[in-house]
């Protein structure tokens, strides 16, 4: 079992529409909680983070996290176009200061106009 | 204009030759990272430096090395020992934040190099 896991999709959606993406994790020590966004054939971005449980808003994009269920989401509201590339989740934790980043697979998401 | 670049974007390796990839910051950053990334199987890390002259192996080192011998640069080498070498490789930076809790830190990655063996 991957330590952390991410539906691949693709997912297609209309403009407008709002968007849940989604991490599972299996490490209860994970506590840092980052969102990447990554257009086709570039090096990913960072979006936001979080630390620890609870939620995040910056824009039309809002960071959750759900400590107690191992799952983190990113919803993203009134979708557009510029919106489409692969969004991949990471997270670490725990005891260790090495900064070693766990990424899902990404989800390629596809926002049509 | 601070960020990180990566060269070449394209590269083109025979079978059994070395080839090395370029990675400079100038963001000031102490730590720097290389990752690989295959479809359908997200980011891996190859190695990771914390500090200059000194680098520690990932999750997939096996048939490639680094150096770091300024702060700025990380070159990696891909040897002819990696089995499979094709793929988009990633270089990353980070700089811990002062005061902030110790995983406060937040990685920076550049455009890429895809590399292609013939």
């Known amino acids: 079992q991957k330590e952390v896991e991410q539906d691949p999709g693709p997912l297609s959606v209309p403009e407008g529409a709002i968007v849940s993406l989604n991490c599972t994790y299996s490490n209860s020590a994970f506590q840092y909680f980052m969102w990447y966004r990554q257009y086709s054939r570039k090096g990913p971005e960072l979006l936001m983070y979080t630390y620890s449980s609870g939620n995040k808003e910056d824009g039309r994009f809002t960071a959750q996290v759900d400590k107690s269920s191992k799952y983190i989401s990113l919803f993203i509201r009134d979708s557009q176009p510029s919106d489409s590339a692969t969004y991949l989740c990471?997270?670490?934790?725990?005891?260790?200061?090495?900064?070693?980043?766990?990424f899902g697979q990404g989800t390629t998401l596809q926002v049509k106009p | 204009d601070g960020g990180i670049t990566q060269s070449p974007k394209y590269l083109f390796r025979k079978e059994g030759q070395n080839v090395t990839l370029s990675c400079e910051q100038n963001l000031n950053h102490d730590a720097m990272y290389w990752y690989r990334q295959d479809p359908g199987q997200g980011l891996r890390l190859i190695y990771y430096?914390?500090?200059?002259?000194?680098?520690q192996k990932g999750d997939i080192a096996e048939g490639y090395s680094v150096s770091r011998e300024k702060k700025e640069s990380f070159p990696l080498t891909v040897t002819s020992a990696q089995k499979n070498p094709t793929a988009f490789y990633l270089c990353a930076s980070s700089m811990k934040l002062a005061g902030a809790p110790p995983h406060m830190d937040t990685q920076y990655f550049g455009p890429g190099t895809r590399l292609t063996v013939l």
């Open positions: 430096s914390q500090i200059v002259n000194d680098f």
């Open positions: 990471a997270m670490k934790g725990g005891s260790s200061n090495t900064g070693k980043l766990i």
